[in-house]
């Protein structure tokens, strides 16, 4: 399947491919890129981050989440969730949820249960950090239910990821390269954070004198 994207004011269109595994069972496909505008505005900043889900009793729909920058909490919607007809390739609007700020990658748990969201932002709870969300889903309607927040401990996080037991969840803090690992309550929602790693070193970039954690 191939969707395309038209960033606003802007006449150029970006193309996203998804590939389905076979067999077509439940599968789960993370679609993440960043354009640059250049001087003659063809393409405007843009940033995208989507996730598919596939559940393994339904050969015909798919939920997928698309994460957004915004404008602070509430301002807008930040995280859409959309119903895809695997047939056709039609997308439809679901639900959006508006209760967290900059959502710009997710990543959903292996039992199609969760979905774990950055909050790539250099403040949270009045610290210096970022944060990571959790969230139920509504297998029928693709809501989200926010589970709870955790501060990254550390700037700007834009990657985040869980691991084969849905266990454990690590987010990368892009400004200062520090990772941050979370285990997972029976209930979906995240620990405070127990572990964290400090990367070294520097860009080859004279701009980029401190390591940076991109996934």
Not at 54 to 60: E, G, L, S, V
Not at 74 to 100: E, F, H, M, N, W
Not at 164 to 188: E, K, L
Not at 192 to 209: D, F, K, M, N, T
């Amino acid at each position: 399947l191939t969707y395309s994207f038209t960033p606003k004011n802007s006449g150029s269109s970006v193309n996203a491919v998804v590939v389905f595994p076979a067999p077509f069972g439940p599968a789960i496909t993370h679609i993440s890129f960043i354009l640059s505008l250049n001087r003659n505005g063809l393409i405007s900043y843009f940033i995208f981050s989507l996730i598919i889900k596939i559940p393994i009793n339904m050969n015909k729909q798919a939920f997928i989440f698309i994460g957004c920058y915004t404008r602070g909490v509430g301002s807008g919607a930040v995280i859409y969730t959309c119903r895809l007809d695997t047939q056709t390739g039609a997308l439809t609007p679901a639900a959006v949820c508006k209760d967290i700020e900059n959502p710009s990658f997710l990543a959903l748990s292996h039992n199609g249960q969760y979905l774990y969201a950055v909050i790539e932002i250099d403040n949270f709870a009045n610290q210096p950090s970022g944060g990571a969300a959790a969230f139920k889903i509504n297998q029928q309607t693709g809501e989200l239910t926010l589970l709870n927040q955790q501060a990254t401990h550390g700037v700007d996080p834009c990657h985040v990821i869980i691991d084969q037991t849905d266990s454990c969840v690590v987010v990368s803090n892009y400004t200062g390269g520090r990772a941050a690992g979370f285990s997972v309550h029976p209930d979906g929602s995240l620990n405070a954070c127990q572990q964290r790693i400090q990367y070294q070193g520097s860009s080859v970039h004279a701009r980029e004198p401190n390591p940076h954690a991109p996934a």
